[in-house]
């Protein structure tokens, strides 16, 4: 593969299931997918709670590279995920979109974010085994 996939996570207000997936792409498939996120608002920090999962179940410190962003703040991409917004979600031109249909777990117990966490890592080898394969048609 020559160019890297671009892909943007997305969701209102880019602080929690968007930054979560973003981070485990980069640390799962950024051999091959360039990854972003961000919304329509913007948080003045990333969610403690998710920051801290991903620390302890992966070891990755999303405070170090990541911050909450603007879709005016990211370059075009080839594939837009969203992350279930359960009101209109953000719209970002791309040739692939699909939604994930996660709930926030924000102001939920930490089962629910190791749950999410869990849930999105599934979904990022998912996203990165269709790319690979050709499955994925972009």
């Not at 997305?10 to 997918?33: F, G, P, W």
Request: hydrophobic share 35%.
């Amino acid at each position: 593969m020559e160019e890297k996939v671009k892909v943007a996570y997305i969701c209102v207000h880019n602080s929690c299931r968007s930054q979560m997936a973003e981070a485990l792409t980069k640390l799962y498939a950024s051999d091959i997918i360039e990854a972003y996120s961000a919304g329509t608002e913007t948080k003045p920090e990333i969610n403690k709670d998710a920051v801290e999962i991903i620390g302890d179940l992966y070891g990755v410190d999303m405070t170090k590279e990541q911050k909450s962003k603007l879709l005016t703040e990211i370059p075009p991409v080839d594939i837009v995920v969203t992350m279930g917004c359960n009101v209109e979600c953000p719209y970002f031109p791309s040739k692939h979109r699909e939604d994930w249909g996660l709930e926030d777990p924000t102001g939920k117990s930490r089962e629910e974010f190791v749950k999410t966490a869990r849930t999105i890592e599934e979904k990022v080898k998912d996203l990165r085994d269709r790319i690979v394969s050709g499955d994925l048609k972009i």
